[in-house]
């Protein structure tokens, strides 16, 4: 997918359509396939941006079709060509009819063979993700009851969910963000298979978890999902490190929800934030991003989960913290959504929310104010004839301190104040 300019959905559908026509004018049977189809069944229908092609055309042959120039073989073996578009349209993944071979690594299938569309539609994963549209006669061919499903607002596994979850076991975690992200239930028995296979995902790479994981974490109903995760057991293996409990009754458990129908906004990281400030309260700092680094989660993304949990307490008792320390903690670009969360848990805790308003209406301040310039840095205290080396960093740290107290206003004054300091540090190390 493009990264440097967004997908826009007329673009990306009109192109699609084009793709669809010319595999139609060339013989060949050729329907839009999957998610794309599922998005524009749900009422109230959305746009979608990818779009996905299914035909009785054989690799080779689509690639006649639009020519290897325009195309890109890297599915090939999976009867998947890649059709190169804009940055405006995207690409699409033209995929022929098939059937898949055992799934010996959980993920892909060992072969495939070619087949009919109802066939191709049996080996897919939820009912809602089954299904084909002809644009050209718009039309939807169903061969799985999807559409039954959206109404009925049900994530069903096509066939039997064993199978299906066997076949690709990041498919557990799938139905839970459907589940999440569209407001759907989960069938009777896709619900019990999720359960009794979660245990499955320690065979899903990382990688692919983390990336479901997003998608329910960031969605507007991710309580739905966090529940879900819970009840089921696939939260465990999604999560790795905390402490769960045995019932969602559990009282951490409802603190947990609790604080996250106080928190506006669903983010990623402080979501995971809460999950370790909750369910893992005794763990140290090197704990949470021993798991955080199991999840396979960027080193931004750690380091920002840790600096969540490491300050919320420090944002709830800042009326009775130092400013100077108080006020590095504010000018950190975390520091806003690490106080939402520090507001919805003093708010649960009924803490006093004394500190969390004095950081408020600090960071209401101008910039220049919160945070202004340094009266001195490292080439001032050179010019002032100090050798640099480890005092250096001691010494600008007591000027800044006594610069945001409002103890010393002036740049002579901070000189002075620095010569202080840098000699009786000196003094105490002989």
Same mark, same amino acid.
């Given at each position: ?141 169903? *061969? ?33 963000? *459907? %589940? ?69 009754? %559990? ?21 995971? %934030? ?69 507001? %919805? ?76 300091? *840098? ?8």
């Amino acid at each position: 997918m493009f990264e440097s300019s967004p997908i826009v959905a007329e673009k990306a559908r009109l192109f699609a359509v084009k793709t669809v026509r010319k595999l139609r004018k060339t013989g060949f049977i050729a329907y839009f396939a999957g998610g794309c189809v599922r998005d524009r069944e749900i009422r109230p229908p959305q746009d979608p941006h990818d779009y996905d092609i299914a035909t009785n055309a054989l690799p080779d042959q689509i690639q006649e079709v639009f020519t290897k120039r325009k195309t890109l073989a890297i599915g090939a073996s999976f009867g998947v060509i890649t059709l190169i578009g804009t940055k405006a349209t995207g690409n699409i993944d033209i995929a022929t009819f098939r059937e898949d071979a055992a799934y010996s690594d959980g993920r892909h299938p060992d072969g495939v063979s070619f087949c009919n569309a109802e066939q191709d539609a049996l080996r897919r994963d939820f009912t809602i993700n089954g299904m084909f549209y002809d644009p050209i006669d718009e039309q939807v061919i169903d *061969f799985v009851n999807g559409r039954a499903d959206i109404v009925a607002k049900v994530i069903r596994a096509i066939g039997i969910p064993a199978e299906r979850f066997h076949e690709d076991k990041l498919r557990i975690l799938r139905a839970i963000r *459907f %589940a999440t992200t569209l407001q759907f239930t989960i069938h009777t028995e896709t619900l019990a298979a999720v359960k009794q296979f979660a245990e499955n995902l320690q065979q899903v790479s990382r990688e692919r978890i983390l990336i479901e994981l997003k998608k329910i974490l960031e969605s507007n109903h991710y309580q739905r999902g966090l529940e879900l995760m819970l009840d089921t057991g696939v939260l465990a293996y999604a999560v790795p490190g905390l402490a769960l409990p045995e019932s969602s009754q %559990a009282a951490n458990w409802q603190s947990l929800l609790a604080i996250t129908a106080a928190m506006p906004a669903n983010d990623f990281r402080s979501t995971l %934030a809460l999950l370790f400030k909750t369910l893992a309260a005794d763990a140290i700092l090197i704990d949470v991003r021993s798991s955080l680094k199991q999840m396979k989660m960027s080193n931004d993304d750690i380091v920002t989960v840790c600096w969540m949990v490491e300050h919320v307490e420090q944002f709830i008792s800042a009326d009775s913290v130092p400013w100077p320390q108080i006020q590095r903690l504010l000018i950190d670009p975390n520091a806003k959504k690490t106080l939402t969360i520090a507001t %919805a848990w003093s708010s649960h805790h009924q803490q006093s929310t004394v500190g969390i308003e004095f950081c408020q209406q600090k960071l209401k301040l101008p910039l220049e104010q919160l945070n202004p310039a340094p009266l001195l840095d490292g080439k001032d205290l050179q010019e002032m004839g100090l050798q640099p080396g480890p005092l250096f960093s001691k010494v600008l740290t007591a000027v800044r301190d006594a610069q945001l107290m409002g103890e010393t206003t002036t740049k002579p004054a901070a000189a002075i104040l620095a010569q202080t300091v *840098f000699q009786q540090l000196s003094d105490s190390l002989e």
